[in-house]
């Protein structure tokens, strides 16, 4: 049996194992589920899915009979359960963008479960702090290539370059500016060669902060920690 006193007070708790989205309803001795009742004793709910078949063909049973793997938070579907690596990556790089201030809604929320003192949780504090660096580094690098460029037309093409390069090749046509079709469109050499080098500002500001974020949460130690 499950120890019901585990502080030593003498004041006991009631200990009932239960699925994930469920819990203790002590009126009805069954388990909530927000749409409907589960009944432990039968692995059951005692209501059908509200969504009829399209939560699965058993109208039932709980998570496809596979709580390992699925969860059902409402009594109306399954939804996979995330590895753990998962939810403290995902934690840590939403941490990183919001400047450290993540944990605080979640706290509001009554959102558990985040190891912050995993190495998943880390990565992704460092993954925004990488694609925060890389934006400065591309607005830097394309102003740096309009002025150094010889001409209007290297500037407007190292610009493209830089584009396709900082897209990893994605997209190589998307937003595609070349000397030629600029002069079409009437811009002489000093207007190609100082667009050659303006960037977004509202994205570079964006870049900046996941930046700062990222190295606030990578250089902080949560360990003793919140999870």
Known sequence: MPDEDPDGNAQLFEYNPRFAGQYFDRETAL??????????????????????????????????????????????????VLHQGVVDFSAGLGDALLLGFGSDLRN??????????SDAYQYG??????????????????????????????????????????????????RKRTYEGLRSAGKNDIEIRASAGRTNVPLNVIGAQVGVGGAILSGRSNCGCSQ
């Open 31 to 80: 388990h909530y589920n927000y749409f409907r009742y589960y009944e432990p004793e039968t692995g059951r709910y005692l209501s059908p899915d509200p969504i009829g078949l399209a939560g699965g063909v058993n109208v039932y049973g709980y998570a496809s009979a596979d709580p390992l793997k699925y969860f059902d938070p409402y009594g109306l579907f399954e939804l996979p």
């Open 125 to 174: 504090g460092y993954s925004s702090f990488a694609a925060g660096s890389a934006r400065l580094a591309y607005a830097g690098l394309a102003k740096a290539g309009s002025i150094l460029a010889p001409s209007a037309a290297s500037a407007s093409s190292f610009r493209q370059g830089l584009k396709v390069t900082f897209r990893g090749g994605l997209f190589p046509d998307f």
């Open 108 to 117: 509001f929320a009554g959102i558990g479960g985040i190891n912050q003192c």
